[in-house]
């Protein structure tokens, strides 16, 4: 994981891949937190961490029904987002 990498810089990244869904950002100490959805039923939390990559969570809402996915781990950002642009509906 680039240790450069800063929330403005994720931000970014996220607002030009995801122009049209919902994001929230927090930071909290070295990690950046990313809510978003895409206003349908798919919802992504990441935590973006300098030396130990990123963490995804994943979630669905079908028929007003929450259903908890698995967490996964990347080393990147960008490997991240593929993975989730590959499970989006």
Same mark, same amino acid.
């Given at each position: 994981?680039d240790?450069s990498m800063e929330?403005?810089?994720?931000?970014?990244?996220?607002t030009r /891949?995801?122009?049209?869904?919902? &994001?929230? $950002?927090d930071?909290?100490?070295? !990690?950046?937190?990313i809510?978003?959805?895409d206003?349908k039923s798919?919802y992504?939390?990441i935590q973006?961490t300098?030396?130990?990559?990123?963490?995804m969570?994943? /979630?669905?809402?079908i028929?007003? &029904?929450? $259903?908890?996915?698995?967490d996964e !781990?990347f080393n990147s950002?960008y490997?991240a987002?593929?993975y989730?642009?590959?499970?989006?509906?």
């Amino acid at each position: 994981m680039d240790d450069s990498m800063e929330i403005d810089e994720i931000k970014g990244i996220l607002t030009r /891949r995801y122009p049209h869904w919902n &994001l929230y $950002f927090d930071k909290y100490g070295v !990690a950046v937190w990313i809510s978003m959805n895409d206003g349908k039923s798919n919802y992504f939390e990441i935590q973006v961490t300098p030396k130990n990559g990123v963490g995804m969570s994943t /979630r669905k809402e079908i028929d007003g &029904l929450d $259903f908890g996915g698995h967490d996964e !781990a990347f080393n990147s950002l960008y490997e991240a987002l593929d993975y989730m642009d590959n499970i989006v509906d």
